[in-house]
């Protein structure tokens, strides 16, 4: 399992900020071209973001880059100089509906043939910004298979709600809600909206924690300092860690003697569980607790 | 062909200038003129010829950049220069 | 001129020109455990007949008096830092009645004074001996525009080399910021207050003559500390200012905000951690910027959390490392240097806070330097090498823009010296195959630390084990320096003049470290 707890933003048209920020132990980031991006720079950035992709070293930090908006006189030169260079998925913002990411496919199609990339290998994760998109959330899920997570943006939509955000987000339980099921039920990742002030790391850890139990993937950083708190929000429980490992245990046991019923404290288990421990296991190896004992 | 430029002076970034002229002609300032000379002088003259142009004056002021930087700025400034007509 | 190549790899002069004949570097602790006898140089001094003040009509009445020649050597303090006045007026004072080829031996050249480079080329100065040098200062020297090569030496170095009669002060000017009418002066008081005076004790003590220049004359007796006391000072000038109390007074210096710096000082506060020495009774000491003041925080924070308290903090000393103290993190405070005005009061209310002079502070071959009981050192660097050879003088360019300090003198006491710096600066890497000028030799550096991973040096394989067991981001120098390299390129190498040196690298303990060439512009 690849971690994607946290997505850290990066300004596309700050070489000094991009050629840093593999270090801060984000699992992934994110290079803005869009709101981070003045009208003026859209075309610096775009060149500074290929000329990172094409030239620097990651190591093995997938790269997103979020793209100008179908709206905008830049989203096909964004795609047209992004796509060929295949970054781990393409942010593509403003989705109000399923014509929305099949434009951008048909756009992704007639890259990837020019550029000799197999149809469809540049993966979207669509931005849900505005009520419209919330409500057709599973319909965007699923409107083609490179979608491969959907994205809260919560300053957008705070706008077009026209309400404020506040410090406890309870104005966003539903829309979270909805996107998580939404990706859930089409077997995508869910990633959650910015924490913005980056002064306040007790509201982002309580946010995040809520988002860690929404069932969100992963949450978006704007701020190198947010990323280990996002990380700390998703260190699953100890206790719950030991039980996950006496269950793989049991389960490893019982294929061995061919046994198709596992017990584990005395408690039936069954495969959603079984799976769940999985993924909770290889969360744990994050923080290196595997293997310990319990205290 | 007219005057355009891209970048900024902030640190590890570089302001690029072009101008037409009647020859190619290359400014390199900076902290690192005298370490990056040659590899500089390298990049704009393999990515002028990308852009198919000779007759240029390029001015660049280093504040620490990567060579990927500078590149992508070069790139930036001839498009606009070129109205974006000639990028390859 | 004749060079020999020493045990760090590099050529070095055998004799520096009207000076004498230098012997080459052969190892960190060699001329220290060779045990030979220093030589002791306490000069020659003229007895004060009994007065009630020592106050001259006038600095250029002090002067006449003291005695001074050309072509003789004068020193002054750098506890001023950029607002310092004093420098520039004596120089002054002393062109304008006539004096030439002085040798200047200050214990550190403030990046404010340029006019230095004048006072060279006017005639006034003819030597060079310091820390460093930077800005016009540096680039005259590295243009070639000195006859005689610069001498420069770590700040435990030259208290060796006034002690030992390498250099002999003949008058010392020192800032006074509070001096009664017989000359006891300190610089915890006045509107021009600096904190510790710790490098004035040296030259006090040592100096043919001394005279303490004051903007501040309290009545006597100078209450409640005194720093350098009246038996050493033959003179007391009285003048306006000492310099600008805003440059002087510098604000608190707080943890850096720069998420990379902040990444970097995270792996070198890993990297004690994991080696267990933050332990109860560790002594420690940081720089005052950047990263290297940043560990200190993560220390502080370790610190607390598992209630340790330390022995000593160390060296030029921070409000941060006040703070510490003040907290209870560590028993004392030893300040041969004071970094920031918030200092100053805690020396004034902290009795635990001690000024020290620099031959306490750092001097190989005394009876015990305090950095030798060092746990651990965090030491900033412009570019080190695969060897661990560390250069803070000469940039990029070629050009001297840096100073010494205490940086060789703490690296080789600490147990755990560790480099912290950013695995590429300016588009530049750190990591070369060679320095250009090495200060600190590698063999007396355990690990660098950079936001991409940790270097330890071979010679640690107990560091190595205790990082590896910690699950640390360990990398192979070379192997950092490759990835780098791949996005920065390999600067090419500065054209130097490697016939003409223009200063000398001299090793705390005397025997000379490396060369500095003049650079072709």
Not at chain 3, 125 to 149: F, K
Not at chain 3, 199 to 216: E, G, P, S
């Given at each position: 399992m690849r971690a994607m707890r946290s997505m850290l933003y990066i300004p596309g048209n700050a070489p000094g900020m991009i050629q840093n920020a593999a270090v801060f132990g984000a699992d992934l980031i994110m290079i803005d071209l869009e709101d981070a991006v003045a009208l003026a720079e859209k075309d610096a950035a775009r060149d500074i973001a290929a000329g990172f992709l094409r030239h620097y070293d990651f190591g093995d930090l997938p790269v997103v880059v979020r793209i100008n908006g179908a709206d905008t006189p830049f989203f096909e030169a964004d795609l047209e100089s992004i796509v060929p260079l295949q970054p781990f998925a393409i942010r593509l913002p403003k989705c109000q509906a399923p014509s929305d990411v099949l434009l951008a496919d048909a756009k992704m199609m007639e890259i990837e043939e020019k550029a000799g990339l197999p149809a469809g290998s540049v993966p979207i994760h669509a931005m849900l910004e505005s009520a419209r998109g919330i409500e057709h959330a599973y319909a965007i899920a699923t409107a083609c298979p490179r979608v491969r997570a959907l994205t809260l943006g919560g300053q957008d939509l705070t706008a077009d709600l026209g309400i404020q955000k506040t410090r406890e987000g309870w104005e966003f339980f539903y829309a979270r809600s909805r996107v998580v099921m939404a990706a859930k039920a089409a077997g995508i990742d869910a990633f959650d909206t910015v924490w913005t002030d980056f002064n306040d790391p007790e509201g982002l850890f309580r946010e995040a924690k809520q988002i860690v139990e929404l069932g969100f993937t992963g949450k978006a950083a704007i701020h190198p300092s947010q990323v280990p708190i996002i990380h700390r929000a998703f260190r699953p429980d100890e206790r719950e860690v030991r039980k996950a490992e006496r269950i793989l245990a049991a389960a490893e046991e019982a294929e061995r003697q061919g046994r198709g019923v596992v017990a584990v404290d005395g408690k039936m288990v069954d495969a959603p569980i079984i799976a769940r421990a999985r993924h909770l296991i290889s969360l744990a190896g994050l923080y290196g607790m595997e293997g310990g004992e319990e205290r | 062909m007219e005057i355009a430029q891209a970048g900024t002076l902030e640190s590890a970034d570089c302001l690029v200038t072009v101008a037409p002229a009647e020859e190619f002609g290359l400014d390199y300032r900076g902290g690192n003129r005298k370490i990056y000379g040659e590899r500089t002088r390298k990049l704009v003259l393999e990515t002028l010829k990308r852009f198919g142009i000779s007759e240029v004056q390029v001015t660049i002021q280093d504040q620490g950049a990567l060579e990927l930087v500078i590149r992508a700025r070069l790139e930036t400034a001839l498009k606009r220069a070129t109205r974006g007509g000639m990028a390859s | 001129m004749n060079f020999v190549k020493n045990a760090a790899g590099r050529l070095v002069p055998t004799e520096v020109h009207g000076v004498g004949a230098f012997a080459p570097y052969r190892g960190a602790l060699s001329r220290i455990l060779e045990g030979n006898p220093s030589p002791s140089a306490f000069p020659k001094r003229k007895p004060e007949p009994p007065c009630r003040s020592k106050v001259a009509p006038s600095l250029k009445a002090a002067i006449e008096k003291s005695g001074l020649?050309?072509?003789?050597?004068?020193?002054?303090?750098?506890?001023?830092?950029?607002?310092?006045?004093?420098?520039?007026?004596?120089?002054?004072?002393?062109?304008?009645?006539?004096?030439?080829?002085?040798?200047?031996?200050?214990?550190?050249?403030?990046?404010?004074?340029?006019?230095?480079?004048?006072?060279?080329?006017?005639?006034?100065?003819?030597?060079?001996?310091?820390?460093?040098?930077?800005?016009?200062?540096?680039?005259?020297?590295?243009?070639?525009?000195?006859?005689?090569?610069?001498?420069?030496?770590?700040?435990?170095?030259?208290?060796?080399?006034?002690e030992e009669g390498s250099i002999q002060i003949d008058v010392a000017f020192l800032a006074a910021p509070a001096c009664?009418?017989?000359?006891?002066?300190?610089?915890?008081?006045?509107?021009?207050?600096?904190?510790?005076?710790?490098?004035?004790?040296?030259?006090?003590?040592?100096?043919?003559?001394?005279?303490?220049?004051?903007?501040?004359?309290?009545?006597?007796?100078?209450?409640?500390h005194v720093s350098v006391p009246q038996y050493l000072v033959n003179q007391v000038v009285v003048v306006d200012s000492l310099g600008d109390p805003a440059k002087i007074a510098t604000g608190a210096a707080r943890i850096t905000r720069n998420p990379l710096d902040l990444k970097v000082a995270e792996n070198a506060y890993r990297l004690l951690s994991a080696s267990g020495i933050l332990a109860p009774g560790c002594s420690f000491q940081v720089g005052a910027g950047g990263a290297s003041l940043a560990v200190a925080a993560f220390v502080r924070d370790h610190m607390r959390e598992k209630g340790i308290q330390g022995s000593f903090g160390l060296g030029g000393i921070s409000g941060y490392m006040s703070q510490m103290l003040e907290e209870g993190l560590f028993r004392g405070l030893f300040d041969v240097q004071s970094f920031d005005s918030s200092v100053t009061g805690s020396m004034v209310r902290n009795r635990s806070h001690m000024e020290i002079d620099p031959s306490w502070y750092a001097n190989p071959m005394n009876q015990g330097c305090l950095v030798h009981n060092l746990d651990v050192v965090i030491l900033a660097a412009l570019e080190v090498d695969t060897d661990f050879n560390v250069n803070v003088l000469t940039g990029n360019d070629g050009y001297l823009r840096g100073a010494s300090g205490g940086h060789s003198d703490t690296a080789a006491g600490a147990r755990v010296a560790i480099v912290v710096a950013p695995s590429f600066r300016g588009g530049v890497p750190t990591i070369k195959d060679r320095v250009q000028t090495i200060v600190t030799p590698g063999e007396t550096v355990d690990a660098i630390a950079t936001e991409r991973g940790i270097c330890i040096n071979p010679r640690r394989a107990d560091l190595w084990e205790a990082a590896r067991k910690a699950n640390l981001p360990i990398r192979e120098i070379t192997d950092l320096k490759k990835e780098v390299e791949r996005f920065t390129g390999v600067p090419e190498p500065v054209e130097l003049d490697t016939d003409r040196v223009v200063a000398v690298v001299e090793y705390r303990d005397g025997t000379l470290l490396d060369s500095i060439y003049r650079v072709r512009e």
């Open positions: - | - | 020649e050309n072509g003789m050597t004068v020193s002054f303090h750098h506890h001023l830092r950029n607002g310092d006045k004093v420098i520039p007026l004596v120089l002054e004072t002393l062109l304008q009645m006539g004096f030439r080829d002085l040798t200047f031996a200050p214990s550190s050249i403030p990046d404010s004074h340029d006019c230095v480079a004048d006072y060279v080329r006017k005639g006034l100065i003819r030597r060079i001996w310091t820390s460093g040098a930077r800005g016009e200062v540096g680039r005259m020297i590295s243009r070639g525009e000195m006859g005689e090569m610069v001498i420069i030496r770590s700040h435990g170095g030259r208290a060796r080399a006034i009664d009418a017989l000359g006891n002066f300190t610089g915890c008081i006045g509107k021009s207050a600096c904190g510790s005076l710790g490098y004035a004790i040296t030259d006090a003590r040592f100096a043919r003559h001394v005279i303490a220049v004051t903007d501040n004359l309290v009545e006597y007796p100078l209450h409640p």
